[in-house]
């Protein structure tokens, strides 16, 4: 029995196609490692479809990955080049991303207390992260990943940048992530300004702020606001909230043909043409924990030197609850979503799998964002 992954690739075998990474850089299998029938998550980057700049990104998180150890933080298994294809290896997150639940299965936003030990788990990976002088620059739901045991990883590191200038510890970096363009509406205000006072690690508490409100309303903020708008939002301060009776006004516009629209959410008009009468009327009807909406503005405050820690952040009420559910993340999570693992095809010859996949990614699918 192997106790550690290899790096041969005759020691993988793909079973199926899981999806396509939301950047299209590269698809994600199930696979499974022979040596121990483990399964597993292969990530293949087609090295000729990349540039040169994604070409440095996915060394460098592959490197950053191998470094990092904490149950948080999703790990890379193994690495191999396979022809013209570099292949990840990871281990097998049977819910997939939080994105894929809320498009799935939870289309209004999870329920309260799975969002709690969802972000429990991010934060502890941030601390970490943090501790070790990284700025993780891309917190967003489709980097979190759950596991089949309920746990949550946080993904995504190749968007990450240390705290250093020419080889010494800083407190502010100024550099700006060259791929930034999906992750434009989870980044903080100071990230995005790009002055001369740059940014900290305070940046990724923003931005687990916007993926609260993800989480919560199943839409990010600042969906399809232009870019110029969003950054001006933000700057001026401007915090989205979480949509409940508290904060989801519905009215009429008589000049619209009396269509329902949301009150000043920050989320935008995309949740009229994305949601149904029905998706509104649970905003206006449900409530969140008044220590749900005081964190959330905690996290999007716009001076970064008054956001908490993610330390002290879990510290914070929101997080009681918790500790008062005796039911792991998967049993609560169970009922509603099937994992993976149940649904895993049987061994199959090696090249009839690859043929199958091929066949499958040619056609044309709507596949799900793994962006890990």
């Not at 399809?224 to 519905?250: F, S």
């Amino acid at each position: 029995m192997c106790t550690s992954f290899t790096s041969d690739p005759k020691s993988y075998q793909i079973c199926s196609l899981l999806g396509q990474c939301s950047t299209d850089i590269a698809i994600v299998y199930l696979g499974r490692y022979t040596c121990n029938g483990a399964l597993v998550a292969l990530k293949k980057y087609d090295m000729e479809k990349v540039s040169r700049k994604e070409t440095q990104l996915i060394q460098d998180e592959i490197i950053l990955m191998r470094q990092l150890f904490h149950p948080n933080v999703l790990p890379c298994l193994a690495a191999f080049v396979s022809g013209h294809d570099v292949v990840t290896v990871s281990p097998l997150m049977g819910y997939g991303s939080c994105h894929d639940l809320i498009m799935r299965h939870f289309s209004t936003g999870l329920p309260e207390l799975l969002i709690a030990i969802i972000l429990r788990d991010v934060l502890q990976a941030l601390n970490y992260v943090h501790q070790k002088g990284i700025i993780h620059r891309a917190v967003r739901a489709s980097h979190i990943l759950v596991s089949a045991d309920g746990r949550a990883r946080l993904s995504g590191l190749r968007y990450a940048c240390r705290l250093m200038n020419n080889g010494k510890v800083v407190k502010q970096v100024h550099s700006f992530p060259c791929t930034t363009l999906p992750n434009l509406n989870w980044l903080s205000p100071e990230l995005l300004a790009q002055n001369l006072q740059g940014y900290s690690e305070k940046s990724d508490v923003y931005s687990v702020g916007i993926t609260a409100c993800e989480l919560a309303n199943g839409v990010v903020p600042f969906a399809d606001t232009p870019t110029t708008v969003m950054l001006t939002e933000k700057v001026r301060g401007m915090a989205p909230q979480l949509l409940d009776c508290t904060t989801y006004v519905v009215y009429y516009d008589l000049g619209q043909g009396n269509v329902l629209k949301p009150g000043d959410s920050g989320v935008g008009d995309s949740v009229v043409s994305c949601r149904a009468n029905d998706h509104m009327r649970e905003y206006s009807t449900r409530r969140f924990s008044e220590p749900f909406h005081d964190m959330n503005e905690m996290c999007c405050l716009r001076d970064p030197h008054e956001r908490p820690t993610p330390a002290q952040l879990l510290s914070h009420p929101f997080f009681k609850q918790i500790r008062r559910n005796t039911q792991p993340l998967c049993e609560l999570l169970l009922p509603a979503v099937p994992i993976m693992e149940e649904n895993v095809p049987g061994v199959q010859d090696d090249i009839e799998s690859m043929l199958a996949v091929d066949r499958l990614s040619s056609l044309d699918l709507t596949s799900e964002s793994w962006d890990f």
